[in-house]
């Protein structure tokens, strides 16, 4: 029996949200096309996005390259480390995701095993195509990212982005110049990122091309008090911390103020994000009763981070899905990078106050220095510039090597000094958006089915902001006049910037229901009283309720519908 998937995936290819990509050749798994309305719902997710990050927070938006060297992805941990444990059936050759494989076991978090581990449950597991039992097999590494050449003839090894956060690492220095050298800011990026999944069967769930909308927020690392908390301090959201997954008990819903308070999220930081993602998801048009945000357990957190937490929205095929991961990154992708290009990635912070310190200074004698150790003569005085004098003498370490320096080669000063402020590492907030699973969720959650007059009405509920078209006219009849003041009014509704679509093919009714299904959220009908007084019909499409009102006033106030400045019912209009 077809369940809400089949619904909403049939009703997504026939109206033009999402088709399979190259259908013509037997498509690719992994890959899909947007077309004309996926693609505008896409823009206005994306849009909506931006006014959260880059318009409120005030993080601008940058755009690198998808292709990259290879030296970004060994700094960054992915050349070595971005890999999906994998097995190959033995009888139909197909590969897997071991972990995906071993859940049929009933684990639930088979992707924090070890591959042997993995190896022992496979042995009670089935082929998920063939379905002939797996018994003992491998279970090995595979990188996810996509490798190409760089130039023609080129050596020069290239990978397709896994992740649109690391243009944004790489371009921390001039990013740092542009936000005039202060802590915090933050960067934005939307983008596509790519992985070769193992074997993706998931619908738009699991790409092997997606769209990514990352922010890096960079921040004191002492620093974990937000400055504008107040904001979402009492908002509240349904978190499922380490202790509830231990004791399998639901997510419990909390203010941000008592999270932080109760040490369940680390900082404040990531506290303002998860609720700020809670606000976006539901904004976008996600049930707030299907949203839950998930800590990562000890097993699947990276070494690194202090705190994660993902968006997780239940969807009915797919179960739980993660959507956005937020994450407390600390200095690790700065420091990578740091180590791997030798530029500095700090940032001088300056004291409330100039301190006065005492400092001891090692001041070398170069006429002994230089013709008693030569070439290393530099690099010892560098070293000794920094160095703790001892009572007989100085070590320091120069090219591996511990050298002691005589005391005599140097001189002791004692100083005063007047110190501004320090060179701190900054420390990474990162909030990662899936789009193309939120858009899954977003066409689940909001499709919907009801009963009019013995018919199946089929309505996209979508949030009049996102929905791909805003409006729609339609003349009563196709003649005496009333198609050219549809056109008309047509045509002012999309000069004042209203995606609008003319429709006068076929029974109103009919057309009433085209506009339901793609989720047009305001229908206007120009019939013979308009040719008389120049009122219209404006429908709702979810309440169905019908308003007249003048044609010269539909521009402003489907513009106000669509913002959300107002309701119909602000409009103190009574339905006809
Ligand atoms: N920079 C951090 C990062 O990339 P991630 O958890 O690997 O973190 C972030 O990815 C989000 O990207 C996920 O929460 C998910 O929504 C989305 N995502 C990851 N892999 C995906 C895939 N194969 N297909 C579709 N979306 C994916």
């Known amino acids: 029996m077809a369940d809400i998937y089949d619904n909403v995936m049939e009703l997504a290819k026939r109206r033009g949200f999402v088709w399979p990509s190259a259908e013509i050749y037997g498509s690719v798994a992994g890959f899909i096309d947007y077309g004309p309305l996926g693609a505008m719902l896409k823009r206005k997710i994306e849009d909506l996005w931006r006014n959260f990050y880059v318009v409120r927070e005030g993080f601008y938006e940058i755009e690198c390259p998808t292709l990259g060297p290879e030296a970004i992805y060994r700094a960054s941990g992915h050349l070595s480390g971005f890999a999906d444990l994998m097995c190959q059936c033995p009888h139909c050759q197909e590969f897997f995701r071991a972990d995906h494989v071993a859940e049929q076991t009933g684990l639930e978090n088979a992707d924090a095993l070890l591959a042997a581990e993995l190896e022992a449950c496979l042995k009670d597991c089935v082929c998920p195509s063939c379905e002939e039992p797996l018994g003992e097999i491998a279970v090995f590494d595979f990188n996810l990212m996509f490798q190409t050449t760089i130039g023609p003839g ?9 992740e649109t956060a690391q243009g944004i690492f790489t371009d921390f220095g001039r990013l740092l110049r542009f936000y005039r050298d202060k802590l915090p800011f933050g960067a934005t990026q939307i983008g596509k990122s790519y992985r070769n999944e193992i074997s993706p069967r998931q619908g738009m769930i699991r790409l092997r091309e997606f769209t990514q909308a990352e922010a890096e927020i960079f921040i004191h690392p002492e620093e974990k008090n937000h400055p504008n908390f107040a904001r979402y301090s009492g908002y509240m959201v349904p978190l499922r911390g380490i202790a509830e997954q231990e004791s399998g008990a639901e997510a419990e819903g909390m203010t941000m103020r008592e999270a932080v308070d109760a040490g369940i999220v680390a900082n404040e930081y ?7 993602t809670h606000d976006f998801l539901v904004s976008a048009g996600v049930n707030p009763e299907k949203v839950r945000f998930r800590q990562h357990l000890p097993t699947e957190c990276a070494h690194y981070a202090t705190d994660c937490w993902d968006a997780e929205v239940f969807s009915e095929r797919f179960g739980w899905i993660e959507t956005v991961g937020i994450a407390d990154r600390t200095d690790y992708d700065l420091r990578s990078h740091s180590a791997e290009s030798g530029d500095a990635f700090t940032v001088f912070v300056p004291y409330d106050e100039v301190q006065v310190i005492e400092r001891t200074r090692i001041i070398p004698h170069m006429g002994k220095i230089g013709p008693m150790y030569r070439g290393k003569a530099k690099p010892i005085a560098d070293a000794l510039a920094t160095a703790v004098p ?19 080669f140097y001189e002791v000063r004692e100083e005063t000094v007047e110190v501004r402020g320090e060179e701190v590492m900054p420390h990474v907030i990162e909030p990662s958006y899936g789009i193309d699973r939120i858009i899954y969720c977003v066409l689940e959650h909001r499709y919907d089915e009801e ?5 199946v009405r089929r309505v996209m509920r979508f949030p009049p902001r996102v929905a ?22 047509t045509q002012s509704l999309q000069q004042a910037g209203i995606l609008t679509q003319y429709d006068d093919n076929g029974a109103i009714g009919r057309r009433y229901r085209r506009q339901d299904e793609i989720g047009t959220p305001y229908m206007i009908t120009v019939d013979y009283e308009t040719s008389e007084d120049g009122t219209v019909t404006l429908r709702d499409r979810d309440s169905m309720q019908q308003i007249r009102i003048d044609k010269e006033d539909l521009a402003v106030i489907v513009h106000r519908l669509v913002s959300g400045a107002c309701s119909l019912d602000d409009l103190g209009i009574s339905s006809s």
């Open 270 to 276: 990531v506290a303002y994000y998860i609720a700020l």
């Open 154 to 162: 080129s050596k020069r090894t290239g990978y397709l982005r896994p």
């Open 468 to 489: 791909p078209v805003q409006a729609a006219v339609f003349p009563l009849v196709n003649k005496d006049g009333l198609d050219t003041i549809a056109q008309e009014i």
């Open 451 to 455: 009963d009019v007059d013995g018919e």
């Open 390 to 408: 001892g009572e007989d003498g100085t070590e320091v370490v120069v090219d591996g090597e511990t050298i002691l320096i005589p005391a005599d």
